[in-house]
């Protein structure tokens, strides 16, 4: 397995790779998160808490007698731990189990803990949903005031934290807002991302206008998803300066992989994790 020092330059991304379909733990590609973390101002005791949910919808290995078994993946990686993983590695990960034989599920689970676990450097939660569950899965749009109906003039794609405004002459509002107009680029490829992002706050009114054109602002700029809702979550925090803060980013699958970061600043439980019609 590849150190943390690695820098994401150094991964398989933009590059042509072999495929592996034995098991084997080593693809995975780690990288530190304190990098990108300290570019924002995030250093020691972290200002918020969460999660990275990601999602594999292309998994599969063979049991005893040979016979392909497939199922989804939901992997749940503590914002805490110092490392992510990168996705194309994660990819090619679980491709190596395409034509490895397991006597279960069960060790399936326990070598995916494991080495997941390893990669993040912290414990990453393991749920498998087998196929007598598929009929379960459902589609849900994330709740909120629905930004994306204001018609506003945007001519700024980089983020700009100068756009938040706040409203201190009207009282302290607990609010919900979502925007489906998020999109940002792959830090290595340029590749674009696509996501909706939802936003939690208590504190005066920020100027929803203001708001909207800032997420906008993200189109241009290359970072990955959790560095993006990190990035997201500081600004608003240091600019309008809420009680409290939640940002929570569903991203549209890439590889069979969709990657949803949480990051908030108060007591609350994760997000369920139900995709959207994009995902």
Known sequence: ?????????????????????????????????????????????????????????????????????VALLQCTVPAESPNIVESKSFKLYLNSFNNTRLANIDALRALLSHDLSEAAGASVGIKLTEQDGFSGER???????????????????TPDPSLLRVNEDESPTDDLVVSHLLKSNCLVTSQPDWGS?????????????GLLKYIVSFRNHNEFHEQCVERIFMDILCQCRPTKLAVYARYTRRGGL??????????????????????
């Not at 018609?151 to 794609?157: A, E, I």
């Not at 208590?202 to 929803?208: F, S, T």
Request: charged share 25%; glycine share 6%.
């Open 1 to 69: 397995m590849a150190s943390s020092s690695n820098t994401p330059e150094q991964s398989q991304l933009g590059r042509s790779s072999g495929y592996v379909d034995q098991y084997d733990a080593s693809l995975l590609f780690p990288i530190a998160r304190s990098t990108k973390r300290d570019e924002i101002g995030v250093s020691g005791t972290l200002p918020f808490f969460g999660a990275d949910i990601w999602n594999a919808y292309e998994l599969s290995w063979l049991n005893p007698k040979g016979k392909p078994q």
């Open 139 to 157: 589609v849900q749009e994330l709740d909120g005031r629905l930004l994306d109906r204001l018609d506003v003039d945007c001519d700024t794609y």
């Open 197 to 209: 992002v939802q936003i939690r706050y208590y504190g005066h009114p920020i100027d929803e206008a």
């Open 258 to 279: 969709d990657i949803n970061p949480f990051r908030a600043n108060y007591p609350t439980a994760l997000p369920a994790n139900v995709r959207s019609a994009r995902q």
